[in-house]
């Protein structure tokens, strides 16, 4: 089994759409989930980060982590064709020093106008 | 700020040659890492580094070597090129003491082995 499981999609879906993406874990030591965004062509780039459980709101996406279920979501409203990019989960389990992250697959988005 | 840098962007390499794939980063970080990323397999870890003179290797680390002479610095190391080798490589930074470790990714080299 995976440490980090994510379904690689490609996702489609109309301009204005909510957009719902998901990980699943394993590891019960993680404490800290990310998700980063990557551009066709490009490097990922840091989007969200969430400590612990619950939810952390910025703009039009919304991360949300539910520790009890090891499952974490990034929540797009208002989609646009800018969106469109591969999102791939991470975590680590913190506590200072070197913290391996632990990459999903990536779920890749289409927003069609 | 430059932020991290790769060269070359694109590679195509023969079946037992060998080639150094260029990274640096201008944000003073003391972890850098070497990634690379296959269709469907999100990124795999390959070799990091916290810090000049200081190495390790990560997931998939059979077939490469690094070095980290300076902080600015982690070239990556392809000898006896194989097929399996065919990936986007990234290189990224981090700084140190931060627990949810945001890496700092570069634009990528992708490489083909015939």
């Known amino acids: 089994q995976k440490e980090v499981e994510q379904d690689p999609g490609p996702l489609s879906v109309p301009e204005g759409a909510i957009v719902s993406l998901n990980c699943t874990y394993s590891?019960?030591?993680?404490?800290?989930f990310m998700w980063y965004r990557q551009y066709s062509r490009k490097g990922p780039e840091l989007l969200m980060y969430?400590?612990?459980?619950g939810n952390k709101e910025d703009g039009r996406f919304t991360a949300q982590v539910d520790k009890s279920s090891k499952y974490i979501s990034l929540f797009i409203r208002d989609s646009q064709p800018s969106d469109s990019a591969t999102y791939l989960c991470a975590m680590s389990a913190g506590s200072g020093g070197y913290n391996k992250l632990i990459f999903g697959a990536g779920t890749r988005l289409a927003v069609h106008p | 700020n430059a932020g991290v840098t790769q060269t070359p962007k694109f590679r195509i390499l023969k079946i037992g040659q060998s080639m150094t794939l260029q990274c640096a980063q201008d944000?003073?970080?003391?972890?850098m890492y070497w990634y690379r990323q296959d269709p469907g397999m999100g990124l795999k870890l390959i070799y990091y580094?916290?810090?000049?003179?200081?190495?390790d290797k990560g997931e998939v680390p059979n077939g490469y070597n690094v070095s980290r002479s300076t902080t600015e610095d982690f070239p990556l190391r392809l000898e006896l090129a194989a097929p399996s080798q065919t990936s986007v490589y990234f290189c990224?930074?981090?700084?140190?003491?931060?627990?949810?470790?945001?890496?700092?990714f570069g634009p990528g080299t992708r490489l083909t082995v015939l």
């Open positions: 944000m003073n970080h003391n972890y």
């Open positions: 590891n019960s030591a993680f404490q800290y």
């Open positions: 580094s916290v810090g000049a003179g200081i190495t």
């Open positions: 969430t400590y612990s459980s």
């Open positions: 990224a930074s981090s700084i140190r003491d931060r627990d949810y470790n945001e890496q700092f």
